[in-house]
């Protein structure tokens, strides 16, 4: 899955760099990003949109860190933002406001002032509630709120089990029996601006299938809105496409659009201005986390490898049963290699990395946790007070220290003690 991962003489490298000289100069656990890797999945987007009206809106809940931010903003892209600490840190990494959308169920009211003080691009609204809440708020501030609805396809879940958001049940959206009527209510308030439609059905998809009957879906509705007589500027397909994390095969980005903009034409809406909100699929594989080995503890049952890195670096395995390949800094292949599982110091039997892997490794060696660009750091804690990992962003032969590694001063600083 990783494009710039590569053996050279049985050692690893990102790029041109050496990932065991990085993890001796910045310690371990590290997240190292590779530049290239990034800009070839935007550039893959980039190819399957070349000649429409579109916006790439990189969902940065996948990867917040500002430099990633910065690499994104550079190449042209818009954001997603689910908060008022997204707002300021997209602000602070260059980003253009009014390429900004605004998605998420609980926008507060402090937060939907600041995004209209900055002039966002789009607020994605996700009830009618919210609706009144944000007219209000709009015209108290003396300004016209851009409002696109995030209606809920209800994409059928029998044939494609592993999306969720998408369906009636969950929290998000508007249903699609209910949108016209919220569309209808949205043009009546003055505080807001109907400018586009929305919609986003799950994460970590590897099929073409539920991407086309979601685009069917709200085509049907642009229709019915429009004849309503309320004109939609853009139409937001939102993000999800999945990652080869062991060995699944999702389609490329360029592939998919290709199909979905012979759909989009054939129903004559080839001519709009085209969102979408990738998040995963921009970084997920361009990244790796180094960590290093503290201990081999042999049991009855299960041998463990006991690593820096936990649960709170990488909680994914933790949350969602996750699967993320663990390789070897330093491959030899006289070794014979045991079965772990590849665990963490926090003290929870759920602090885990990886179940039965195969590796030949030894105490104060270091590994490669694979996949490890998306939903890990963004989602990292300080559980067990440990303080949050150090990242690196590859580029060529030059590795750029991005975040230094949490001191426990850092984590102490808005506590007090209580005299
Ligand atoms: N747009 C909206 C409205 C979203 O809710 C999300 C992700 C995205 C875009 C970006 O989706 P992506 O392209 O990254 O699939 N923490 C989980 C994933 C949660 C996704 C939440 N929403 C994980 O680690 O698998």
Known sequence: GHPQLAWRDDELWLEDVRLA????????????????????????????????????????????????????????????IVSGGELERVLRAGADPARVIFSGVGKTRAEMRRALEVGIGCFNV???????????????????????????????????????????????????????????????????????????????????????????RVLDLVQAIEAAGIPLKHIDFGGGLGIDYRGDTPPAADALWAQLLARLDARGYGDRHLMIEPGRSLVGNAGVCLTEVLYLKPGEQKNFCIVDAAMNDLPRPAMYQAWHGIVPLHRDAQRVPQRYDVVGPVCESGDWIGQDRELAVRPGELLAVLSAGAYCMSMASNYNSRGRAAEVLVDGAEATLIRARESIEDQLRSERLIG
Request: one cysteine or more; glycine letters at 8%.
């Open 126 to 216: 996700e009830s009618e509630s919210e609706l009144d809440v944000l007219d209000e708020v709009a015209r108290a501030c003396g300004r016209v709120a851009p409002v696109s609805i995030r209606v809920n396809p209800n994409v059928d879940a029998k044939t494609h089990p592993y999306i969720s958001t998408g369906l009636k049940g969950n929290k998000f959206g508007i249903a699609h029996e209910r949108a016209l009527h919220a569309y209808r209510h949205a043009a009546g308030l003055r505080g807001l601006s109907v400018v586009g439609i929305d919609c986003h059905i799950g994460s970590q998809i590897t099929d073409t299938a539920p991407y086309l009957d979601a685009m069917d």
């Open 21 to 80: 000289a990085l993890a001796q100069a910045y310690g371990t656990p590290l997240f190292a990003y590779s530049k290239a890797s990034m800009l070839a999945a935007l550039s893959a987007y980039q190819r399957g949109l070349a000649g429409r009206k579109a916006t790439i809106c990189y969902a940065m809940k996948a990867n917040s860190s500002l430099a990633v931010l910065q690499v994104f903003a550079q190449a042209g892209c818009g954001f997603d």
